[in-house]
């Protein structure tokens, strides 16, 4: 079993930055890929940025150039750096790892006038 707990949500305003912490412990350390998604009220779990198996990174095409997947091995943690937040970016955050479908319980971040 793995476990994930992500961390760094909050309140904002409109152009502010945040950071997403994500750290992996439990029976495995090694990770094919990790990511972060994002849920907005009403709407569907979608993602946001992720490394890829290969080590590549995808992002959506609404946070390029103002987010930043980073990880840092040693720590099993990943980051996301968020600048530049708009309102359209409040939503809960969570952190998945795969292979074995691991989800983290969440963080809410708004951004809010």
């Known amino acids: 079993q793995v476990q994930l707990v992500e961390s760094g949500g909050g309140l904002v305003q409109p152009g502010g930055s945040l950071r997403l912490s994500c750290t992996a412990s439990g029976r495995s350390s090694r990770f094919n890929t990790m990511g972060w998604y994002r849920q907005a009220p009403g709407k569907q779990r979608e993602l946001v940025a992720q490394f890829t198996i290969f080590g590549n990174t995808n992002y959506a095409d609404s946070v390029k150039g103002r987010f930043t997947i980073s990880r840092d091995s040693a720590k099993n943690t990943v980051y996301l750096q968020m600048n530049s937040l708009k309102v359209e970016d409040t939503a809960v955050y969570y952190c998945?790892?795969?292979?074995?479908?691991?989800w983290g319980q969440g963080t809410q971040v708004t951004v809010t006038v």
């Open positions: 998945k790892s795969d292979p074995g479908n691991y």
